[in-house]
């Protein structure tokens, strides 16, 4: 088992490009869930979805956020434009939906975003 | 504000010393979750608390998930720098499985 697969590592951008994230989740985990850590806010949600659909994204900063999941095994976050405030670590975590209320989440070892 | 607060939110302690890390909330949590992050990786997972009361032990680590499912906490004996690192807990609301994450407990055990 891989764990979540998350690419790049780190990627630094010039305010106003265009970032995407990529997250590959744990086979036969059907949630994922992408989180933002920052030093102030800690981490938070931005969005989920169960079954490959978007659940809740009212974590989503704004309308320069979207995320993707076409299919099981693969998720984007895009970040068109990018602000220096957008600077921060994202992590994708996944986590079987059995209804069971002991699974955790694994989570990647995150995107280190650094906008200048 | 944090739904859920952690205390203390930075913790330097000598090896061998105990300690203990509280997780409090004023909302009822259907399940509790207690995560160990260090430099440069993921959280990872240490311990699901789901029933009021629950005490769970992990080696060196007892969680306790209070009777009224609002608060939780952590205690460390004797403790190791192996320890050191940021201790989150996080929990659940509903069947949803949406964790929301505690402010986070930086932890240094010095040799």
């Known amino acids: 088992d891989a764990g979540v697969i998350q690419s790049p590592r780190h990627e630094v951008t010039e305010m106003g490009q265009e970032v995407t994230l990529r997250c590959k989740p744990i086979s036969g985990h059907n949630s994922l869930f992408w989180y933002r850590q920052t030093m102030m806010r800690g981490l938070e949600l931005l969005i989920y979805f169960n079954n490959n659909v978007p659940i809740d994204d009212s974590g989503m900063p704004e309308d320069r956020f979207s995320a993707k999941m076409p299919n099981a095994s693969f998720s984007t976050l895009k970040i068109q434009p990018s602000e220096p405030r957008d600077s921060a670590v994202y992590f994708c975590a996944s986590r079987r939906r059995d209804g069971s209320r002991s699974a955790g989440y694994t989570f990647g070892s995150g995107t280190r975003l650094t906008v200048v | 504000t944090q739904l859920l607060e952690q205390s203390p939110q930075f913790l330097s302690i000598q090896e061998g010393e105990n300690l203990t890390v509280y997780c409090n909330s004023s909302s009822v949590f259907s399940s509790l979750q207690w995560y160990r992050q260090e430099p440069g990786e993921g959280p990872v997972l240490l311990v699901t608390?789901?029933?009021?009361?629950e005490v769970k032990k992990l080696k060196r680590l007892t969680f306790q998930f209070g009777d009224a499912r609002k608060d939780s906490s952590l205690h460390i004996t004797a403790a190791q720098p192996g320890d050191t690192g940021l201790y989150l807990c996080a929990g659940a609301m509903d069947s949803s499985y949406k964790l929301i994450f505690g402010s986070g407990t930086r932890l240094l055990v010095r040799p």
């Open positions: 608390v789901v029933t009021g009361g």
